[in-house]
Structure formats: C-alpha cells, structure tokens
C-alpha cells in the first residue's frame, strides 16, 4: 500500500543556480516518502488523505552539511585564531582521543545529533574519529534519528600523536568492520575517510583504495585548504605531481563518488581533473576565515561547472546551522569580488541550491521538490508582521540570516516526520 503525505503551504526550492521555484499557497505530495507534484487545487485522487496544513508557513527542502567532524563537537568556538596544523596539534587530536570511551561518545553524539537536526539538516557527510567502537556508537545514534548520512571512521597512521593513531592493520580492520556491518543500511552509510594525506602512509592509502573497489564506496577527505598543509605534502609525497593525486593513485578520487573538503588552493590544470572525474569540491567558508586558510574562488568555480556543496566544517566552522555557512559564502564572495571583479557575487538562489541540491547530488535525488525527488523537507515559521508584509522569497532570505531552530516547526526525511525530544 502506497504511503501519501499531504502538505500545504508557501514551498520554495531551487532545481538550478539561476533562481527560486515559488509555489504560494499550494499542495505537496509524497508518495512514498518521494515527491510526486506540486498543486494549486489537490488533484481528486488524493481527496481523501489527510492534510497537514501549515498555513502561511514556508515549506523548503532540509539542509545538507557535506562536511562536518562530529568528534569536533565540543570544540566549537575554541581555538579560531590558531592556523590549521597548529588548532590540530592544540585542540583537535588530544578531544578526539576521547572518542575511545564509550560513555563519553554516547553523551557527546547524542548531543551533536540533537543539534544536526534541530538545525535542519538532514542530511550530512561526517567525519567521527579514529575509533571504531565511537564511530560505531555513531552510526546507532543516527540510525535512531533518522536522518541520512555518510559517516567515515577516520583513517590515520602516521604524523599524529600516538594515542589516536592506528596501525594500518588495526585501521583497515576496524574500517571493514564498520562497512560490513553497515553497508546495506538505507539512511545511515560508510563512506571510506582518510582523514587527509599527511596523516596516512602510501600502505594505508592503498588498503583504503582496496575497500573502495571491493565494496563500491564513497570518499571523502581534505584537499588543498592551506599552503602550509600543501606543502607538507610536497614533502610527504614526493613523486605526486599534485595533491589529489596522492588520492587519485590509490583509487580515491573520483573513481566512486567523491566529496573532498575545502580544495581553495587549485590550479587551473588541477580543476579540469576534478570536473573530469565529477569529484564534488565542499565549500567550508567559516571554517576557512576561522583557521586562516583562505577565500575559494567560488564563482571562478562554479563558471567552470564543478560541483560544490556547503560543510559547516565544524569545528573549523563554529556553528553547525548550515544556513550561517550560506551567508558567509555570500559575505565572502563579496570580499572576494572587490580586488576581483570577474568573480561575481554570489546569489541567494546559488547558496540555497548549493546547501540543498548541489549537496543533496552526493546521496542522489534530494534537496529538490521535483518530482522523483526523495521528500526531504523544513517548514519554517516566522514572524506575522514578516509574513505578512514581504515576499516569499524576501522572508526566506531572512531565515537565512537570521533564523535559527526556533524557526523550524517541522522536519522531514523521506516523507517521515522526524520528532525531536
């Protein structure tokens, strides 16, 4: 038997870059936790089902975070004038080790969780540490939400302090152990992480690339957020022409879907592989300002047709709210815009697309309300004298610089309302 959800409301979505699909006062329908149409008057045939009518409410697509550290969590905020290796060395690695105590990855995921979907996003590419027991304590914790993501214990060998790295034996087990036991799951899925080139050996690297064929898996990582970390790889990797190709001779770049965090520093001969092999660059514009690594030329990007999604990157990124990661890659695009006048400022209609179906391509047909589109959705209230006095469109604007969880009355994935606690 068919399951119909019936909502109605003010729905906006973007299907491209260029502008905003506005349906005022209308009906949407899921069938089967996927998008069947968009009605002014609601066809006979669903006459019967019952209608959640949500008024003069906005109802969008539900975010989606492209990259994130979990085991960052409890960091936010601390560290932000520190530069990438050393907020690492400082902060990072001695709060991931606590991941190894199981309480404690409980207490703190379920709190990191809790606030992934209060603040609307629904979907999410996650880092978790180099546990395999926390990791797998992640994986339970999501699967309980709801809400789908890719989450990768993070693989690393060398160049950290010893009481979170691993061997390669011991991270190649663990990885595998965690792609068995979770591969066939629908919402909540591996997705093969080194954490990034400097911290796995040529060994670790290839095991890695060796799973990812055998198992058919996604990627991520890190590629090209700092001068500093480039050249340490330089020095690391040697015979490899460019950075991705540390990646890319192991069978980790684009060879199954591949999401890689940051990519600011590229060059022209390096951004014609990435749109090559289609590997998706994810945009991380506070984490970028907070560890000093640099402005991506977002625009120049997005003119060359590569794909981009949004990350929070927290906690590089401070706030986890992927609409506050929308507003500085608009602010930064500006800022960007003023020494470069070739790289146009970016567009409300272009961030909002990047957060929702320019990630939402990473998991397949989401962030949209086309139809066929998986039913991934927000509804947003707000104020009665906004609502009544500006567009759709001005008042969406709004929650985007201003709005918070308070705003989001309900969510849903794949035509399930998700209820918080």
């Known amino acids: 038997m068919n399951e119909t959800l019936v909502l109605k409301g003010n729905i906006i979505f973007t299907k491209n870059t260029d502008k905003f699909e506005i349906y005022n006062n209308a009906f949407i329908v899921s069938i089967d936790g996927k998008v069947k149409g968009i009605y002014k008057e609601l066809p006979k045939e669903y006459s019967n089902c019952k209608i959640r009518n949500y008024g003069n409410k906005l109802i969008i697509p539900s975010f989606v975070d492209l990259h994130l550290h979990a085991s960052q969590f409890l960091q936010c905020g601390m560290g932000m004038t520190k530069q990438l290796l050393e907020w690492l060395n400082d902060y990072t690695f001695d709060l991931e080790k606590e991941f190894q105590n199981e ?30 027991k926390g990791t797998e304590i992640l994986f339970e914790i999501l699967k309980k939400k709801g809400i789908g993501a890719y989450i990768g214990k993070v ?10 790295i691993e061997s390669t034996e011991e991270s190649i087990k663990g990885t ?12 909540v899925k591996p997705i093969i992480t080194p954490r990034f080139a400097p911290t796995s050996t040529d060994e670790l690297l290839e095991k890695l690339g060796e799973l ?18 480039i050249n340490w790889v330089k020095e690391l990797f040697p015979d490899s022409k460019y ?10 770049f684009g060879h199954t879907k591949t999401a890689m965090a940051h990519g600011i520093h590229l060059s022209d001969e390096e951004l014609n592989i990435i749109k090559g092999k289609n590997v998706i660059l994810v945009h ?11 402005i991506m030329p977002l625009r120049k990007y997005l003119n060359m047709g590569i794909p981009i999604g949004l990350g929070s990157d927290i906690a590089g990124g401070h706030k986890i709210a992927l609409n506050e990661a929308m507003v500085r890659a608009i602010q ?10 070739e790289y146009k400022p970016l567009t409300i209609p272009e961030v909002f697309y990047l957060g929702t179906k320019g990630g939402g391509n990473f998991f397949g047909k989401t962030g949209s309300f086309e139809e066929g589109y998986l ?12 609502a009544d006095r500006y567009s759709l469109e001005d008042r969406l604007e709004r929650f985007l610089y201003l709005g918070d969880d308070r705003n989001i009355i309900a969510r849903y994935v794949e035509g399930k309302e998700i209820k918080q606690i």
């Open 332 to 341: 930064l695009s500006k800022l960007l815009s003023i020494n470069n006048p």
């Open 243 to 252: 950075y991705l190709d540390v990646y890319d001779k192991y069978y980790l």
């Open 155 to 164: 693989n690393m060998d060398r160049n950290a302090p010893n009481f979170i």
């Open 284 to 294: 991380c514009p506070d984490s970028n300002i907070n560890v000093r690594s640099g």
């Open 176 to 187: 595998e152990y965690l792609i068995k036991k979770y591969k066939n799951e629908k919402l």
């Open 375 to 386: 039913f991934d959705a927000l509804v947003i209230e707000d104020d009665k004298l906004i």
């Open 212 to 229: 990812t064929k055998e198992y058919s898996l996604p990627v991520q990582s890190h590629l090209s957020e700092n001068i500093n970390e």
């Open 103 to 132: 309480e404690f990855a409980k207490e703190v995921y379920t709190k990191f969780a809790d606030k992934l979907v209060d603040s609307g996003t629904l979907r999410a590419c996650i880092f978790a540490s180099s546990s395999t």
